[in-house]
């Protein structure tokens, strides 16, 4: 496997994960010290990742609310053997996000360490 079908495989489990609302999967993706940030009405927040895994346990997922996926893979720039950059688009109905996620190669795996991301709700 290539380094950009590596990097697709990761992102697709973060997908899945995010769809199926299943934790174990996107602490699979994401690095521990990670952490997800957004500016939010005027503020900037970050949320580490195990803090947002628990938030992904006790919501209902979209597959449970039989909601269609809204999710792709718009870019991925690698940045070098060990450094890739992957914007997304991704929903949880009616929100609906862009992420922008910076990837590392870690010990030969690729992980997210840090996601960025915008949120805009569906009218």
Same mark, same amino acid.
């Given at each position: 496997?290539?380094?950009?079908?590596?990097?697709?495989?990761?992102?697709?489990?973060?997908?899945?994960?995010?769809?199926?609302?299943?934790?174990?999967?996107?602490?699979?993706?994401?690095?521990?010290?990670?952490?997800?940030?957004?500016?939010?009405?005027?503020?900037?927040?970050?949320?580490?990742?195990?803090?947002?895994?628990?938030?992904?346990?006790?919501?209902? @997922?979209?597959?449970?609310?039989?909601?269609? +996926?809204?999710?792709?893979?718009?870019?991925?720039?690698?940045? @070098?053997?060990?450094?890739?950059?992957?914007?997304?688009?991704?929903?949880?109905?009616? +929100?609906?996000?862009?992420?922008?996620? @910076?990837?590392? +190669?870690?010990?030969?795996?690729?992980?997210?360490?840090?996601?960025?991301?915008?949120?805009?709700?569906?009218?």
């Amino acid at each position: 496997m290539n380094q950009l079908e590596a990097i697709e495989k990761l992102i697709r489990t973060y997908l899945d994960g995010l769809y199926e609302g299943d934790a174990d999967k996107l602490a699979a993706a994401f690095h521990p010290t990670s952490a997800l940030t957004q500016f939010y009405d005027g503020k900037l927040l970050i949320t580490p990742r195990d803090q947002w895994l628990d938030a992904v346990r006790n919501r209902e @997922s979209p597959k449970a609310r039989g909601l269609a +996926r809204h999710d792709h893979i718009l870019a991925i720039d690698l940045v @070098s053997p060990e450094m890739a950059l992957v914007k997304v688009k991704c929903a949880i109905p009616p +929100r609906f996000f862009t992420d922008l996620l @910076s990837c590392l +190669r870690i010990d030969g795996e690729w992980r997210v360490a840090q996601k960025v991301f915008t949120t805009e709700m569906a009218e």
